[in-house]
Nanobody, 115 residues
């Protein structure tokens, strides 16, 4: 059973920064792809950023240049560094992993951008 546990969400002012971390219960090298999705209030879950086992990355257009996804194989963690946050970044952020045609999800962490 794969477990993904997020941490680091919270309330931040517009223009501020936050870092989200996702700890996996097994080696992240066992996953083809890991990353982050988010679900804004009243909207569908959407891709934020993903990183493959080969360290290729993909970002939503809305976060390019502001967010960075990275992984640490020694700690089995995936991190999302978020800068220049905007009100529209407010959402529940979910850690995601893909392996053997299966998707795994964390429980989600709330990020609220508000003054």
């Amino acid at each position: 059973q794969v477990q993904l546990v997020e941490s680091g969400g919270g309330l931040v002012q517009p223009g501020g920064s936050l870092r989200l971390s996702c700890a996996a219960s097994r080696s992240i090298f066992s996953f083809y792809q890991m990353g982050w999705y988010r679900q804004p209030p009243g909207n569908q879950r959407e891709l934020v950023a993903v990183i493959t086992s080969g360290s290729s990355t993909n970002y939503a257009d809305s976060v390019k240049g502001r967010f960075t996804v990275s992984s640490d194989g020694a700690k089995n963690t995936v991190t999302l560094s978020m800068n220049s946050l905007r009100a529209e970044d407010t959402a529940v952020y979910y850690c995601y992993a893909h392996k053997n045609y299966r998707d795994y999800w964390g429980q989600g962490t709330q990020v609220t951008v508000s003054s």
